[in-house]
């Protein structure tokens, strides 16, 4: 079987891990996320993931709530490490290895995160989950993927939604919604498309990293993404 990309870094929102249901992770939902990631590595493809912490808590609301920003931003940080305990939990206990790295010192939760050490993780076949954001209050766990992904020298930056690809306008609001199959940089930016934060995406389009945005609630679509079908919507120059 042929794979276009041999390395990855896959964001996942925090609201994902919701489900269904109320509770902040539904372990339905956290099985079937870990089958998906099984799927990869059982194929050989290198794997990182960024998990976002909105399930449990985000900077922005924290604002609302009276607090100052950089705290909430570091609460939402501390939101993503459980999210990505429990992935790495729900991968180890089905027989994946995998590691979380942190972006500040959390010892004996996550191993420092180290650029070189989560490449030879990777390349021994070891699933990374990066968490914590970038380690600064400010930015978004859409810019801490785009950052890590180029750090790491992944192929494609994947990010798994609960829509299946880059549309005109919200496709869960109006039925004229035009899908794009690929579509540019450029423009993603001269219609405003709401795709990843400003930061994120000036970071990925200035070091040629494709954005792939697909329906990762749909089964096989990870897998299919790594393949090269047409799977969701690329973002690309060129």
Request: net charge negative; charged share 25%.
């Amino acid at each position: 079987m042929q794979y276009k990309y041999k390395r990855i870094l896959l964001k996942l929102s925090g609201e994902s891990l919701q489900g269904a249901g109320s509770s902040s992770i539904d372990p339905e939902r956290l099985a079937y996320y870990g089958k998906q990631i099984m799927e990869l590595v059982d194929s050989g493809i290198e794997t990182g993931i960024v998990m976002g912490g909105g399930n449990i808590f985000r900077g922005l609301q924290g604002i609302k709530a009276g607090f100052d920003r950089v705290k909430g931003d570091q609460m939402g940080m501390l939101a993503t490490v459980i999210n990505s305990l429990a992935l790495e939990s729900e991968l180890r206990s089905a027989g994946c290895n995998a590691r979380l790295f942190t972006s500040v010192r959390m010892e004996p939760v996550g191993e420092l995160y180290k650029r070189d050490r989560v490449s030879e993780a990777m390349r021994q076949g070891i699933v990374c989950l990066l968490a914590g954001g970038t380690g600064n209050p400010f930015f978004t766990t859409d810019t801490a993927a785009a950052l890590r992904a180029v750090e790491t020298g992944c192929e494609a930056l994947l990010k798994g939604t609960r829509v299946d690809g880059v549309y005109s306008d919200d496709p869960e609001k109006t039925d004229k919604a035009e899908k794009f199959e690929h579509i540019s940089f450029e423009e993603v930016i001269s219609r405003q498309l709401a795709v990843m934060d400003q930061t994120a995406f000036t970071m990925c389009r200035e070091n040629k990293m494709p954005i792939i945005v697909f329906d990762m609630n749909t089964p096989g679509n990870l897998l299919k993404v790594v393949r090269g079908e047409n799977v969701g919507t690329i973002i690309y120059d060129g």
